[in-house]
């Protein structure tokens, strides 16, 4: 079957919820992907920061395989060997003490939501309890996600949503001051903002909203699904800060391709929240989920896969700031790790299918901004590779 019949097969058949690029993706080694036609392609998307270990990763092929052979799937009723080394694992990197394993990101919101408003009806039995979430995030697409999700665009047309939800501005610590009232029970934003264009939060806000949530007794909720799991150059995006959330959301990398994602929390959230009852799911935590999520913590060690992109973040900014410096179009260039973003005074959509054309994969935040979240395995002649590229698109536009 040609590329050209399985897109108009695609184009029947799937439900038209994505603008698809007219590439049909076959298979990927490395740090590249190939399609239908035989075309090569340096990726810089990495599935939307989920491709960590790059693609053809033999070892964590087979430990995928070995599961197969032995348990896919048994339900959360019984105890199984991968949950319980990923649940160990997981909860030592991130200094918090119990975790619930999803299938997804939005899904791991959805916990950390419920988990929080227990917590407060727990304290006084109310259930008008309120939630402040920022401008600009984005948390995923189911209901109570999509309900924290600080852009209009995306839940005016689902809404009323699930009430009680304000939006403060990100980095704007008097504007979170401003919402806070007793019936504040959760505070909820990206460490580093994905698609609302790449915002790292500034050390005076994040410190500023820890010491508010310890002072009104208010838990800290801190998506890292897109930019925990090494991206920004430690494990976690928050480390840098010095401050630890009371619940965390994580996903993408956590499972690197296998649909897994987690939310995690302190022991005294947990003490206070969920109970059996209050919250499931059938493929949840599967023993073929876990065992990947083993396998990645393991390869992160043995790899020091932090380490790599903590070593080539300077090579990469710098690439990036030469491209500013040489395009006056170019507005910004900013992020962290190998999480970065290029802001254009035009929109980028017509340049990312250049850079496709000529073998680079980018993905976009916005329209006019161009998203790099590349396997975190790239090396130097990966990102020199890119930096060729995006400067021969670029030239043609001047």
Known sequence: MSSKDIM?????????????????????????????DGNKYLDFGAGIAVFALGYGNSKFND????QTEKLIHTSNLFYNVPAVEAAEKICALTGLDRVFFTNSGTEAIEGAIKAARKVAYTRDSHTDHEMIAMEHS????????????????????FGPGIGNIKFAKFNDLD???????????????ETVQGEGGIYPATEEFIKGVRQLCD????????????????????????????????????????????????????????????VPGDHGSTYGGNPLATAAVCEVLRQFEEKDIV?????????????????????????????????????L??????????????????????????????PLVIGEEDINEMYRILDEVFSKIE
């Open 215 to 274: 002072e009104k007794g208010i838990l800290l909720i801190l998506d890292e699904i897109q930019c925990g799991m090494g991206r920004t150059g430690s494990m976690f995006a928050f480390e840098k800060y010095g401050v630890r959330p009371d619940i965390l959301t994580l996903a993408k990398a956590l499972g690197c391709g296998i649909p897994v994602g987690a939310f995690l929390m302190s022991e005294a959230v947990a003490e206070k929240s969920l």
């Open 307 to 343: 380490g790599n992109v903590r070593n080539l973040s300077p090579l990469f900014e710098d690439k990036l700031n030469g491209l500013k410096n040489k395009y006056g179009f170019i507005k910004d260039v900013r992020g962290a790790g190998f999480m970065r973003a290029i802001e």
């Open 138 to 157: 984005f948390h995923g697409r189911s209901y109570g996600a999509l309900s924290v999700t600080g852009n209009p665009h995306y839940r005016e047309p």
């Open 175 to 189: 504007s979170v001051k401003a919402l806070i009232n007793d019936k504040t029970c959760g505070i909820i934003f």
């Open 63 to 66: 430990a995928i395989k070995a």
């Open 345 to 374: 005074d035009r929109s980028v959509g017509d340049i990312v299918k250049e850079a496709q054309k000529m073998g680079l994969i980018v993905l976009t935040a916005g329209a006019n901004i161009i998203r790099l979240v590349p």
């Open 8 to 36: 108009e097969k695609g184009e029947k058949y799937l439900l038209h919820t994505y603008n698809r690029y007219p590439i049909v993706l076959e298979r990927g080694e490395g740090v590249y992907l190939y399609d239908t």
